[in-house]
């Protein structure tokens, strides 16, 4: 259940009326609360673009940002945030409270949902693909190439290893236990830590209604989005994709896509 903190601003100003200078909105929440849903929502509601881990498809020049800072190496928020007025998911929750040093007057949204079903949702989509991936010599090898060859896709995956699995869980998600004491813990901290009248903890089972009522917005006389469930997330037919390719790669092929990235390399260093 969606719980408002603190005062509440005051209703019926769209967002479009505060400009776009910066954000407006800190998601503190981590993946598979309700993100994505939550991201269309807002940039229904106007505070648009909202900043996702999917954006990074769409924005290869962000990948040396992130990894700068996945290293703990000082950047300037400003860089990627002043044009965008909300921020949901990784990689920005990781650094809510970096975030809000940057933008004072920003609202936090901390998305929730039950711990055990937040686990299995997370452990059977965005872990599932990133395992699979790390697991398979094959899998590494072709991410490898096409890394040299210059394509950034691969490097979303490198970035989740490194802030998700890694930095948040410590390399223990798959300890059921352990991550669900991290998720339970992240939740605690942030509702510590941010000041109650800029804090709204909240489901996206909710809707709009507290949604709209903490960012002091009009109801949109539309149904509330829900995207990415279990059953539709577009990485359950990656994992399909990958598996089915890895399949019909012969050894063959393997050897000859070694031997050519050696030779690249080989050439780079003279």
């Given at each position: ?40 929502a807002l940039e229904e509601l106007g505070f648009n673009p909202c900043y996702h881990m ?135 901290e942030v509702k510590s830590y941010v000041p109650t009248d800029k804090l709204l903890v ?41 598996r089915k390719r890895l399949g019909t790669i012969s050894l063959i092929a393997a050897t ?15």
């Amino acid at each position: 259940m969606s719980e408002a903190i603190g005062n509440q601003p005051q209703p019926n100003k769209t967002a479009t009326q505060r400009g776009n200078d910066g954000l407006k909105i800190i998601g503190a929440g981590f993946g598979r609360t309700g993100t994505l849903s939550l991201k269309v929502a807002l940039e229904e509601l106007g505070f648009n673009p909202c900043y996702h881990m999917t954006e990074l498809l769409a924005r290869p020049n962000d990948f040396v940002f992130w990894e700068t800072t996945a290293q703990g190496n000082p950047v300037n928020w400003h860089d990627i945030f002043d044009t965008h007025q909300a921020t949901v998911d990784w990689p920005g929750c990781t650094f809510y409270k970096e975030l809000m040093q940057e933008y004072p007057d920003a609202k936090v949204l901390l998305t929730t949902r039950d711990p055990e079903s937040w686990y299995e949702s997370a452990r059977s989509t965005i872990y599932q693909v990133s395992r699979m991936v790390n697991d398979s010599p094959l899998a590494r090898l072709l991410i490898f190439a096409v890394r040299t060859l210059g394509n950034n896709g691969p490097r979303v995956g490198a970035l989740a290893n490194t802030l998700v699995w890694d930095k948040t869980f410590h390399g223990r998600f798959a300890d059921k236990a352990y991550a669900i004491q991290v998720f339970n813990q992240h939740i605690e901290e942030v509702k510590s830590y941010v000041p109650t009248d800029k804090l709204l903890v909240y489901q996206v089972k909710d809707g709009w209604e507290p949604l709209c009522t903490f960012l002091g917005v009009e109801i949109p006389d539309k149904p509330f989005p829900r995207l990415n469930d279990r059953q539709n997330f577009g990485g359950n037919r990656a994992v399909q994709q990958i598996r089915k390719r890895l399949g019909t790669i012969s050894l063959i092929a393997a050897t000859f896509l070694t031997v050519l990235i050696l030779l690249m390399l080989k050439r780079q260093r003279k």
